[in-house]
């Protein structure tokens, strides 16, 4: 009996063990476990993402003449950009460009959103954590076409406005594809527009207009002739009716130039 007595005995601490395990499971389960949060990004050792810098590892944009839903995003302080949900970082952006930086989404998964990004090269994009954004929405449009040399503007699908344009010159070419509205600038000492309206692209062959960057913006001009002729360095200049309309368009409203 004694003997019998200490095999129960025996047999029965596996099984006590096993219970404690998965009590322990099941608590971690409840609680989270820290392991599943992120690791923290040195945004220090990134570079920043503007219309000055080129960051040669940004994704490209694979889809560069398609539309959007509207939907923009507003990083809410500095914040990482990765190379594809749960990727690594590339590089970083913060709140402010030439204002508050609105960015157009071009793809969204659970918990991340694709943006078009201000810096070289042409039709860059990063992955951004959602929970680092503030959303809103663009009913906007904005299309350049510059084959026939003509800037229009649509709200919800409809058609506000369609006038004439001066596009890049065949040396200095406006490049195509989707971009943005990254700024808007009213500055009385500029003498040809006092209001310019920089894009989040820049100039395929200058590096750089009147001693800054090469970004390509949309701007009006004294002379009515330059309008439905290919004359610019890049940038598309516009009538006054037409300057007037595109300046209320929120920052972050996508652009989309073609050679139609």
Known sequence: MRGSRGEHGSSSMPALAVLLILGAVAVIGILGNDDDEPPPVDLTVLAASSTATTIATAPLDPEPYAATDGIVVHPRSESA???APDGDPFAKIGPKQFGPTWLPVVEQTDGWVRVLLPS???????WMRDDDLERASSPYLIRVHTGSRTIELFEKGKRLGAWKAGVGARKTPTPA???FLLGSIVDHKRSAS???LPLGAHSPTLDTFGG???TVAI???PRADVFGAAISAGCVRVPKTALAKLQ???LGTLVQIDNK
């Open 219 to 221: 701007h009006g001009w």
């Open 212 to 214: 800054g960057p090469g």
């Open 81 to 83: 950009l990765y190379s």
């Open 177 to 179: 594809g989707r971009t």
């Open 120 to 126: 070289k090269p042409n039709r860059s994009t990063g």
């Open 194 to 196: 006092p209001i310019v």
């Open 248 to 250: 209320r368009v929120p």
